[in-house]
Every structure is written in C-alpha cells, then in structure tokens.
C-alpha cells in the first residue's frame, strides 16, 4: 500500500511502553481515547479487526486486517471505512501504523497512515489524529 496520501504523526508520552501497548491493543482501553469506539477482534496476525462508534454525529464502522502484532513495538492493521468514500475492496484499503520507541523518560509513539485516494480525506484525518494521539497521551500520562 504505496500509492495515495500519506500521515505521519509523533508524539511523546511520559508512559512505559507495556501501557501505551495495553492502550493500543485493550478495547476497554481504546474506548477512552478513540472517540469512544468499540473495538472487535481476536488480536492474532491476520485476524479481522473492527472498530465502530460515532464521532461528531458521524457514525463509523471501520473494518480490516491485523498485519503486525510485534509486542510493545509495532501495531499494524489495514482497514477499510465508508466514510472514506471508496469502494470496500483491497487497494482501498489505508494502513495504519504504530511503533513504540523508548525515550528518555518516556516513549515515542509513531503513527503513520497511509494509501488515501483523497487528499481532502488525509487532511481531514491530520486533525482528528492529532485529536486521537493528544487523548491518548493524556489517558496515558493521567493513569501515572
């Protein structure tokens, strides 16, 4: 999935990262800090993954395929959405990234998303990750 529009995010969080691994891969954790969704999965390689809830009166059903499971490093999943405006078929699909690296007195959480066929949708989704990663880092640090 290298074609389309491209995220990339950073951000620090004063955390270990066996938390910030618990908050990305808990759907009891996730529901905190992503917009209250409810998250569906058996959390293996290759298994379907949904994540569905309602943002801003928006109502979302996300659906894909966990590709990485690297434990407290690296979380990858493709997924499709309707409200990316494309068809539900394989190069529509966007991946989303994650990787976990220490720091000083914390860690760094990389996102990268990828594989948008609308630049307007990728500048749409630059806001609400900088919304989704500012809650997680302050889900993360709060629980300190």
């Known amino acids: 999935m290298s074609s389309g529009y491209k995220i990339n995010k950073e951000i620090k969080v004063k955390a270990h990262k066996s938390e910030v691994w618990k908050a990305l891969t808990t759907p009891e954790l996730i529901t905190h ?7 569906l999965s058996d959390w293996k390689v290759g298994s379907k993954i949904v994540y569905q809830g309602n943002f801003n009166g928006i109502d979302f059903r996300d659906e894909g395929i966990i590709d ?3 434990f407290e490093r690296r979380y990858q999943y493709s997924y499709w959405s309707k409200n990316h405006g494309t ?4 190069e529509n699909y966007v991946s989303i990234s994650y990787m976990i690296m220490d720091d000083n007195d914390g860690v760094i959480i990389k996102l990268t998303q990828s594989n948008y ?3 307007k949708i990728a500048k749409s989704m630059e806001y609400i990750w900088d919304l ?3 809650n997680l ?4 640090e709060e629980k300190q």
């Not at 800090?33 to 998250?39: F, N, S």
């Not at 068809?87 to 394989?90: D, G, S």
């Open 87 to 90: 068809e539900n078929k394989p």
């Open 132 to 134: 989704i990663l500012g």
């Open 137 to 140: 880092k302050m889900y993360l």
């Open 117 to 119: 066929k609308s630049e």
């Open 68 to 70: 990485i499971l690297d």
């Open 33 to 39: 800090y992503l917009m209250g969704a409810h998250v």
